[in-house]
């Protein structure tokens, strides 16, 4: 029970990894806060959060991380609940593919908005509530550093969410609060089951499919007092070599 006592944000739980880390924070002893968007992912969020209180304490809360004052609100709950916050884990994301000369405007920002200055001005509102032993991990993707056709939008965010990273840690350091972030392939959740076929063919031959839990794991160790040496590191969590 490394984690006990701790309190834990993990964004986008209701589901997928976000869920799959939710459940491995809590058996470490981890109280944890159970963010969802959209009102129909409710149910989800709330199964997750049985999962949860068989360890420990869970909070469901919606929140579109796209907009600010949705962010704040689900700091501002965290608080009134718990009266702290030492992880934060920003696995929510918007992932929608276009070919170079499909992207819009719209799917560009909304990209952007939850991908990138979510991080931002999450992680930003935490840190308030946070003292030292503290650790934000964000999500990044393989698509960071590969030329996926389909994914400039998505790859430029996620790129961003390791510089980031890097400046944060270096920033927040001082204050004991360390902030990494993971690099998963492809994994067996509802994201990728909706690919075409023919997407999935092509990722599999590229990378091997994890299940959430591996990640999750990877998630628990960097939230945890043995990964007091790490900083501003991206992990590759992908069985595949990327450079």
């Known amino acids: 029970m490394s984690l006990q006592g701790k309190v834990a944000?993990?964004?986008?739980?209701?589901?997928?990894?976000?869920?799959?880390?939710?459940?491995?924070l809590a058996k470490e002893g981890a109280n944890v806060v159970i963010n969802y968007v959209s009102p129909s992912s409710n149910i989800h969020a709330e199964g997750v959060a049985k999962v949860v209180q068989n360890s420990s304490e869970a909070l469901v809360v919606q929140a579109d991380l796209a907009s600010i004052d949705?962010?704040?609100?689900?700091?501002?709950?965290?608080i009134e609940r718990f009266g702290k916050i030492d992880i934060l884990v920003r696995i929510r994301g918007y992932f929608y593919l276009e070919a170079v000369g499909s992207i819009t405007t719209e799917s560009y920002q909304k990209t952007f908005?939850?991908?990138?200055?979510a991080v931002i001005f999450l992680s930003q509102?935490?840190?308030?509530?946070?003292?030292?032993?503290?650790?934000i991990i964000?999500?990044?993707?393989?698509?960071?550093?590969?030329?996926?056709?389909?994914?400039l939008a998505y790859s430029a965010s996620k790129a961003a969410v390791e510089a980031i990273t890097r400046v944060m840690a270096v920033e927040l350091r001082d204050k004991g609060i360390r902030v990494t972030s993971v690099?998963?392939?492809?994994?067996?959740?509802?994201?990728?089951?909706?690919?075409?076929?023919?997407?999935?063919?092509l990722v599999k031959s590229a990378y091997p499919v994890a299940e959430p839990e591996y990640i999750a794991d990877i998630i628990v160790f960097l939230a945890g007092p043995?990964?007091?040496?790490?900083?501003?590191?991206?992990?590759n969590?992908?069985?595949?070599v990327v450079f």
């Open 183 to 201: 690099n998963p392939g492809p994994m067996s959740t509802e994201m990728f089951a909706n690919l075409s076929e023919e997407t999935q063919e």
């Open 70 to 78: 949705s962010l704040n609100t689900l700091v501002k709950k965290t």
């Open 113 to 117: 908005d939850v991908n990138v200055r």
């Open 237 to 240: 969590a992908n069985n595949a």
């Open 138 to 151: 964000n999500v990044s993707s393989t698509t960071a550093r590969q030329g996926n056709p389909g994914s």
């Open 9 to 24: 944000i993990v964004t986008g739980s209701a589901r997928g990894l976000g869920a799959a880390t939710a459940v491995a």
């Open 226 to 235: 043995k990964s007091r040496w790490v900083n501003g590191g991206t992990i």
């Open 125 to 135: 509102a935490v840190v308030a509530h946070m003292g030292d032993g503290g650790r």
